[in-house]
Every structure is written in C-alpha cells, then in structure tokens.
C-alpha cells in the first residue's frame, strides 16, 4: 500500500456548469478558452485563497488534474471544421486546446505554479488518481504544497453508458489543495481533512478475482472497517466490486453507492468537496471504479484524527 | 461597387482586433502598439489576422505578421494585399 | 527505496517494428518522411509514418495508438524474458497485482472518432468512443493489474510515464511496471499545428540553421522497469539502470516554451539531484530537440548552462530528425534510445542535419555515431503547455 504521507487539504474549489468566469477570473484572458479550463480555473482560485496560498512560494506548488472529457468539444470542433471548410474555417485561438494537458497547464499559467504539472486520464478514475499523484509527490519532497482533482467537459457521444444521463452542460472541476500536515499547522491554515494512503489498481475481468482482488487492495489500504465507505461505479454497476466493499465495510452504516458519474472524473471529486467537512472519527474510504477495471483507492481522516493511533495497519511504510 | 469607406474599414478592424485582444474598441488606437500596450502574444496575432483573412476574402503571409505592430498597420497590409487581389 | 532497472525493450516506429533493426538505422543516419495528404489541409505535409505495423487477429478494428503500444509492448515483454517465464505460457505475466504500466496518451485512438465524424466508421461499439483507452486495453491484454496510469503531459507524457513507472517501483507499489508511449497521426492535431504555422514543410531538423519548425511521426516505445531484487532474482538480463528525474512546469504560456529555459534548467539540475550526480558524470544527452526555432535554441542554452566548460565534450543527439514528432511516444523513444546508447556505448547521428544553427552550441553527433565513454545518459523532454522532465539513465 502507498503511503502517501500525511497531506492536509486546506482548500477546495468545487465548480459545476453554473458560472459566471467574470465573477472569479476578472475582465479578460478566459473568454477564448473552453469552458473545461474556465471551471478549472475558477476552482483553482478557490482553491488557493482558501489555502491562503499567498504564504506558499508559487515556484513550490505543483498541479496534477485528471480528466476525461476537457477537450473533447474542442476536438471535435477543429476536425469538423476542417472537414467542412479547410483550414480557414479553424480559429487559430482555439488550437492549442487540441492538447489534453492544456486545461491543466493554463492553472499553472495563470497563478505561475510551476514546480510541476501533470494531467492524467483513466475514465473515470482520474481525479482521484491525480490526487494520489500530487500526494506522493509531495512526499518525495517535488513541491510543498499541489493542486490536485478533476477538470471536465462536456462528454463524448457514447459515454452515457458509462457516466449515466448526462447532466455535465459544459464545464465542471473540483479541485484541493493538498500540502504536507505539519506544514499547515506550522502555516496556521485551517486543516479540511487528512489524507492517510491510497491505492491504484487495475481489477480483472473475471467476478471472483474481482471480488478478491478489490478485497485485497481494501484490506492493504486499511486494516479496520472505516467510519464511512464511498463507492463510485460505472452507471452500470459491479455487483463484484460493490459486494466485496460492503462487506469490507460491515454490516453497519456508513456506506453509500453511486452508480454513474455525470461529471466523468470530476464526480467523485465534486463529492468530495462536500463531504470533507463530515469525515467521521474513524475515516472514510473513497473508492472510485472505472469501466476498464481502474480501481482507486483514498483513506481520509478528519482534521482532529490522527488515524495511526486507531489503526495500526495502516502505519506508512 | 462597395459604398464602404476607408473609415468603415479602420472601424470594423479596430472592432475586430478589440475582441480578440479583450479591449474595448475606443482603447485601440491607430498606432497603439499590440504587444507592448495591449498584451497581445503570438497566438492573437495569428488569430487577428485569420479573422481578417476570412472576412476580407484576401490571404497574408504568415510572414507579415511581424509587421502588423498595431491598427494603421494591419490597415495597410488589409490594403495592400486587397489591391493584388483585384 | 528500491533500485529500478529496465529488462526490456520494445517499439514499432517509421524505422522499424524491432529494436535491432530500428536501432541499426538510427546509427545510420536513417530517415523516411513521407510526403502525405490530408483531408482539409491545403497540400501534402511531411508525416513520419509506421507502415505495416504487426497487428494480432482480432485487433484490425483497434485504433492506431493502441495497436502500436500492444505490439510494443509484447516485444518489450518477451525482450525482458516476462512473458516466456509466465506459467501459462501465454503472454500474461505472473504476479497479478505486483505488475503495472504506466502509459503516455496524446490523441490516443483519436482516428476511430475521426472516422465516426467523416462515416468512414459507423460500427463503433463498446467503448470504442473513448480514445484514451490504451492503458487499460494493455493491462487486459497482459494481466497487468498493478498501478495503472494514463500520463497525458503532451510531447512529454512518454518520459512522464517512465518516470512514474520507476517511482511506482521504487515505493514498493510494484515488482514490474510496463512504460512507455504512443501516438498515432491525428487529423485535428496535425490541422492545429498547420493552423499554427508551428509545422516544418520539408522535414524534422532538429538545432539545423533552416528549421522552421516540427513534423509529425507516430509509433511506441514501451520499456519494461524492474526492481532490482525481481529481476536479480529471476536472472534478468539488464539494459540500463533508472537513476532518477527531476520535474518543472514553464507556467508561461500555451504553444511556447519560457524562452529564460529557468524551469528547463531547474528540471536537469533536479534530475541531477536525484541521480546523485553531476554534470560530470554524464556522458551523453538524448535532447528533445524538435526542430522549432524556439525549443532547440532554448534547450541549447539551457544544455549550455548545464555543463558549462564541458560543453564541446558532452555528444547529443536528436532523434526527432529520424522519427518525427512522435507526440506522446516521444520521450519514451528517448528513454530507450538512452538504454541502448548505455548498452552499445555509441550515441546515434542526428539524421540528415544540414548546418548546424551557430545560436546552438552543442557537441551534435552528425552524420556517424560517437562513441561515449562511461557516464550516464541524460534525456530531456519539454511540452506544449510547459511540462518539463529530464532523467537520468546508468549502464547497467
């Protein structure tokens, strides 16, 4: 199991179709890019006023974001344009969006945050992917303070199988500002939530190895049942994966299903941002599942809980 | 024959050239400088200059866009490329 | 943390679907843009193509992008010895949650959906719509069901990829991580860059006085990393050895790299760090060098800056003279180029360089290979959007 260290979330930006750019981004420099990056901006900003990041060297402060679907309107655009008209019918300000890494890549422009920037893009998975990224990271010591989540766009014709009925319009991100524990508290910022390890897998095909194998990963991310178990599926479901985490879970409550994720990557992510504030004493798992078997795995602690005291299988490696 | 003034084609460029750099039209003066006063970059150049491709039915060398510095000189070159056409 | 080798390697590319003979034509100065059109764009670009890329039964209605890595892939699977070994003699290998891949996506499987826009495909079924789907299709494929990530860092994601493929390693997620790239000729990628004017009409010349920008190429580079125990123990043949990475983000602006190359240096110097080594150690540098007047006259500075009085010792190459552009593939390309320069101790030509622009420099091996001497190689990858990596490779 990956230790990802103690990181403290001490912002978030949790943004959903309805905005107004102008609002949070001022008059200008947002009104040419899609709608994906407007949202990733505005919860980047968010984000890191909440974090009072003007303490932070922005040198310092890395980005890793997942997505699904950013360009994907963008994409489509250009190639039909070209189809229909040549070159001349593509507006050359819209073309460097044709590069998925380009929403992300616009945070780190627009607040100059520069100690890296990665993009990732497993479907479904990606947000919290990004935030296990960001956590080891920040463990290896490449940034002291990461901007990490999901920046969405509208999504690909097809992906209602997946996702469920759309109900992304055009834009949606959620994103947190992790940074090591004792550098918070050594900052004075108001710790949201503690993140305590997680896992990245990739489950097989078959039920019974499923169901054993998204065992396995729970039992290696934390020896005791959790305080709450948040599982994300695909919109059709998986009776193995979802079977063996309620039973990780135990016969109590605490555990809630979703099936679908309208907002593809950012689902799990807009979830989060709400839910930090009611982690319970003994933790919570978020579990997200992918359509190809991408399994990932977070353990979140409260802002009071030091989850090794209660815990000992869970101790860093 | 077109009833269009040289003066109607200074504004329609300065309304042109005004929403692609995110300014508003009375800022954009005929010798205020793109770069240095109005922050554009290499990407809105190309971008003014697409537009005015498109809407005048002319073609421009990528190679002009160094020139084109400010809204007397896209005129120009709108002009000068507007006469080898016809 | 754990030591990380790399026990395989495996590409199809416009030089060939084979290590050996890709490599040979890499020391040969070998390179074969072809002149192509596409629909919409005014007239034939240059593009540097795989032609008759191996494709399995069954695997004809996958996308470009996907069917390069697979081929790739079980190349760099039977190189590393992995595949022969798995006890089901298939090529799945063993050790189901301990092995993993990480994998650079650009447009990925972008052509299915370009052939659902013009009807040239209207059975696409499944999850055939999404198109950055490669990673996962492979770890199927391969029973890979360890640390899983898609890297999508644009023209950097395949140096990305194998630098999180060695950290999964060294963290102890993983025994054996697939690493590596790939990236098929996209049409609404190729439009933009021509949109841009960011394109070279003749060919990819790399640090030449007459660039005029990049050209694209397609195929994959995977590698297979190893911790060093898993493969001693198996007895493993190793081509090199991971030392480490150092990351930056330019934060500047999205089609140019911050012509300061401050983040570009920052990010040699950290893969330094991380190595535990100095400029002195390094032998050789495997650049990015794609050909536009920008990248090449930056990375020079920033190489310059490097190494100092040492310049005019340390040879580099470009290997996008001789494979293009390969987008998301192409730091993977460099990573295994750099295996290979550790291995046989010579570092490639730069194809079909003319005259070298006097603003770069650098030692750039030209029409022969240079022999190195020991040192390790350094591989620097940078990014439309500004993600910068350079890492370190040793013999092994």
């Given at each position: 199991?990956?230790?990802?260290?103690v990181?403290?979330?001490?912002?978030?930006?949790?943004?959903?179709?309805?905005?107004?750019?102008?609002v949070?981004?001022?008059?200008?420099?947002?009104?040419?890019?899609?709608?994906?990056?407007?949202?990733?901006?505005?919860?980047?900003?968010?984000?890191?006023?909440?974090?009072?990041?003007?303490?932070?060297?922005?040198?310092r402060v890395?980005?890793?974001?997942?997505?699904?679907?950013?360009?994907?309107?963008?994409?489509?655009?250009?190639?039909?344009?070209?189809?229909?008209?040549?070159?001349a019918?593509?507006?050359?300000?819209?073309?460097?969006?044709?590069?998925?890494?380009?929403?992300?890549?616009?945070?780190?422009?627009?607040?100059?945050?520069r100690?890296?920037?990665?993009?990732?893009?497993?479907?479904?998975?990606?947000?919290?992917?990004?935030?296990?990224?960001g956590?080891?990271a920040?463990?290896a010591?490449?940034?002291?303070?990461?901007?990490v989540?999901?920046?969405?766009g509208?999504?690909?014709?097809?992906?209602?199988?997946?996702?469920?009925?759309?109900?992304?319009?055009?834009?949606?991100?959620?994103?947190?500002?992790?940074?090591?524990?004792?550098?918070?508290?050594?900052r004075?910022?108001?710790?949201?939530?503690?993140?305590?390890g997680?896992?990245n897998?990739?489950?097989?095909?078959?039920?019974?190895r499923?169901a054993?194998?998204?065992?396995?990963?729970?039992?290696?991310?934390?020896?005791?049942?959790?305080?709450?178990?948040?599982?994300?599926?695909?919109?059709?479901?998986d009776?193995?994966?979802?079977?063996?985490a309620?039973?990780?879970h135990?016969?109590?409550?605490?555990f809630?299903?979703?099936?679908?994720?309208?907002?593809a990557?950012?689902?799990?992510?807009?979830?989060?941002?709400?839910?930090?504030?009611?982690?319970?004493?003994?933790?919570?798992v978020?579990a997200?599942?992918?359509?190809?078997?991408?399994?990932?795995?977070l353990?979140?602690?409260?802002?009071?809980?030091?989850a090794?005291?209660?815990?000992?299988?869970?101790?860093?490696? | 024959?077109?009833?269009?003034?040289?003066?109607?084609?200074?504004?329609?460029l300065?309304?042109?050239?005004?929403?692609?750099?995110?300014?508003?039209?009375e800022?954009?003066?005929?010798?205020?400088?793109?770069?240095?006063?109005?922050?554009?970059?290499?990407?809105?150049?190309?971008?003014?200059?697409?537009?005015?491709?498109?809407?005048?039915?002319?073609?421009?060398?990528?190679?002009?866009?160094?020139?084109?510095?400010?809204?007397?000189?896209?005129?120009?070159?709108?002009?000068?490329?507007s006469?080898e056409?016809? | 943390?754990?030591?990380?080798?790399?026990?395989?390697?495996?590409?199809?590319?416009?030089?060939?679907h084979?290590?050996?003979s890709?490599?040979?034509?890499?020391?040969?100065?070998?390179a074969?843009?072809?002149?192509?059109?596409?629909?919409?764009?005014?007239?034939?670009?240059?593009?540097?193509?795989?032609?008759?890329?191996?494709?399995?039964?069954?695997d004809?209605?996958?996308?470009?992008?996907?069917?390069?890595?697979?081929?790739?892939?079980?190349?760099?699977?039977?190189?590393?010895?992995?595949?022969?070994?798995?006890?089901?003699?298939?090529?799945?290998?063993?050790?189901?949650?301990?092995?993993?891949?990480?994998?650079?996506?650009?447009?990925?499987?972008g052509d299915?959906?370009?052939?659902?826009?013009?009807?040239?495909r209207?059975?696409?079924?499944?999850?055939?719509?999404?198109?950055?789907?490669?990673?996962?299709?492979?770890?199927h494929?391969f029973?890979?069901?360890?640390?899983?990530?898609?890297?999508?860092?644009?023209?950097?994601?395949?140096?990305?990829?194998?630098?999180?493929?060695?950290?999964?390693?060294?963290?102890?997620?993983?025994?054996?991580?697939?690493?590596g790239?790939?990236?098929g000729?996209?049409?609404p990628?190729?439009?933009?860059f021509?949109?841009?004017?960011?394109?070279?009409?003749?060919?990819c010349?790399?640090?030449?006085?007459?660039?005029?920008?990049?050209?694209?190429g397609e195929?994959?580079?995977?590698?297979?990393?190893?911790?060093?125990e898993?493969?001693?123990?198996?007895?493993?043949?190793?081509?090199?050895?991971?030392?480490?990475?150092?990351?930056?983000?330019?934060?500047?602006?999205?089609?140019?790299?911050?012509?300061?190359?401050?983040?570009?240096?920052?990010?040699a110097?950290?893969?330094?760090?991380?190595?535990?080594?100095?400029p002195?150690?390094?032998?050789?540098?495997?650049?990015?060098?794609?050909?536009t007047?920008?990248?090449?006259?930056?990375?020079?500075?920033?190489?310059?800056?490097?190494?100092?009085?040492?310049?005019?010792e340390?040879?580099?190459?470009?290997?996008?003279?001789a494979?293009?552009?390969?987008?998301?593939a192409?730091?993977?390309f460099?990573c295994?180029?750099?295996?290979?320069?550790?291995?046989?101790?010579?570092v490639?030509?730069?194809?079909?360089?003319?005259?070298?622009?006097?603003?770069?420099?650098?030692?750039?091996?030209?029409e022969?290979?240079?022999?190195?001497?020991?040192?390790?190689?350094?591989?620097n990858?940078?990014a439309?959007?500004?993600?910068?990596?350079?890492?370190?490779?040793?013999?092994?």
């Amino acid at each position: 199991m990956m230790g990802a260290g103690v990181c403290a979330i001490t912002g978030l930006g949790a943004v959903r179709d309805e905005f107004d750019p102008a609002v949070h981004l001022g008059r200008k420099g947002w009104r040419f890019l899609p709608r994906a990056t407007q949202a990733g901006l505005v919860a980047a900003k968010l984000a890191l006023e909440g974090a009072a990041s003007t303490d932070v060297v922005a040198e310092r402060v890395g980005v890793a974001v997942g997505t699904n679907f950013a360009i994907s309107e963008i994409s489509d655009e250009i190639d039909r344009a070209l189809l229909r008209g040549g070159l001349a019918e593509i507006s050359p300000m819209g073309c460097p969006n044709f590069s998925i890494n380009l929403p992300a890549s616009q945070v780190s422009m627009n607040h100059r945050l520069r100690a890296f920037n990665i993009t990732l893009l497993s479907l479904l998975t990606a947000g919290p992917e990004a935030i296990l990224l960001g956590a080891r990271a920040l463990r290896a010591g490449r940034a002291d303070a990461v901007l990490v989540g999901a920046i969405e766009g509208r999504a690909e014709a097809g992906a209602e199988a997946v996702c469920g009925p759309p109900a992304l319009d055009s834009g949606a991100a959620g994103l947190l500002h992790l940074e090591r524990l004792d550098r918070a508290l050594e900052r004075g910022v108001q710790v949201l939530a503690t993140l305590h390890g997680g896992l990245n897998r990739l489950l097989p095909v078959e039920p019974g190895r499923r169901a054993t194998s998204a065992t396995t990963a729970l039992r290696q991310l934390t020896g005791g049942a959790p305080g709450a178990t948040q599982l994300f599926l695909p919109a059709g479901g998986d009776d193995a994966v979802e079977t063996a985490a309620r039973q990780f879970h135990g016969d109590r409550e605490g555990f809630a299903v979703v099936r679908g994720a309208a907002q593809a990557s950012a689902t799990s992510l807009l979830w989060l941002a709400d839910a930090l504030a009611r982690v319970p004493a003994a933790g919570l798992v978020l579990a997200v599942l992918g359509p190809q078997g991408h399994f990932i795995l977070l353990r979140f602690a409260s802002e009071g809980q030091n989850a090794g005291s209660t815990d000992p299988a869970s101790a860093e490696q | 024959m077109s009833t269009t003034t040289s003066q109607d084609v200074m504004d329609e460029l300065r309304e042109m050239i005004a929403e692609v750099l995110e300014e508003d039209p009375e800022n954009i003066t005929e010798t205020s400088l793109f770069v240095e006063e109005h922050e554009a970059d290499s990407l809105r150049a190309i971008e003014i200059l697409a537009r005015i491709e498109k809407k005048y039915k002319v073609e421009v060398p990528q190679e002009r866009l160094a020139d084109m510095v400010n809204l007397r000189a896209v005129y120009d070159t709108l002009v000068e490329f507007s006469a080898e056409k016809s | 943390m754990g030591e990380v080798v790399i026990t395989g390697l495996g590409v199809v590319s416009p030089l060939g679907h084979d290590v050996e003979s890709f490599w040979q034509a890499l020391l040969a100065g070998t390179a074969r843009p072809r002149r192509v059109t596409t629909a919409g764009l005014p007239q034939p670009a240059p593009l540097y193509s795989v032609l008759d890329h191996p494709v399995a039964d069954g695997d004809a209605g996958l996308g470009r992008a996907t069917q390069f890595a697979l081929a790739a892939a079980g190349s760099a699977l039977r190189d590393s010895g992995l595949s022969e070994a798995s006890r089901s003699g298939t090529m799945m290998v063993d050790g189901a949650d301990g092995c993993g891949l990480s994998i650079g996506i650009g447009t990925g499987d972008g052509d299915l959906l370009e052939a659902r826009r013009d009807g040239r495909r209207t059975d696409l079924t499944d999850l055939d719509w999404w198109q950055y789907g490669t990673a996962g299709t492979l770890a199927h494929r391969f029973g890979l069901h360890g640390p899983n990530l898609t890297v999508a860092t644009a023209c950097s994601a395949g140096a990305y990829a194998v630098a999180t493929a060695a950290e999964a390693i060294a963290d102890g997620e993983a025994d054996v991580m697939l690493a590596g790239g790939t990236e098929g000729v996209s049409r609404p990628a190729m439009a933009a860059f021509a949109r841009l004017g960011a394109g070279d009409p003749e060919r990819c010349r790399p640090f030449d006085a007459d660039r005029r920008g990049t050209v694209y190429g397609e195929g994959a580079a995977v590698l297979v990393l190893e911790s060093e125990e898993h493969a001693a123990a198996r007895g493993a043949r190793v081509h090199a050895r991971w030392l480490g990475s150092g990351w930056s983000c330019d934060g500047h602006h999205p089609t140019a790299p911050d012509a300061s190359g401050e983040q570009a240096l920052r990010a040699a110097a950290a893969a330094m760090t991380a190595a535990g080594c100095a400029p002195a150690d390094v032998a050789a540098v495997i650049c990015h060098g794609t050909g536009t007047p920008l990248n090449d006259a930056v990375e020079s500075r920033t190489m310059a800056r490097v190494f100092g009085d040492r310049l005019a010792e340390v040879p580099m190459t470009a290997i996008k003279a001789a494979l293009g552009h390969s987008g998301a593939a192409a730091g993977a390309f460099a990573c295994l180029v750099a295996g290979l320069v550790l291995t046989h101790r010579q570092v490639p030509p730069t194809a079909e360089l003319d005259r070298i622009d006097p603003d770069c420099a650098l030692r750039i091996v030209r029409e022969r290979p240079a022999a190195t001497g020991d040192g390790h190689v350094l591989v620097n990858a940078y990014a439309f959007g500004g993600n910068n990596i350079s890492l370190l490779l040793g013999a092994a």
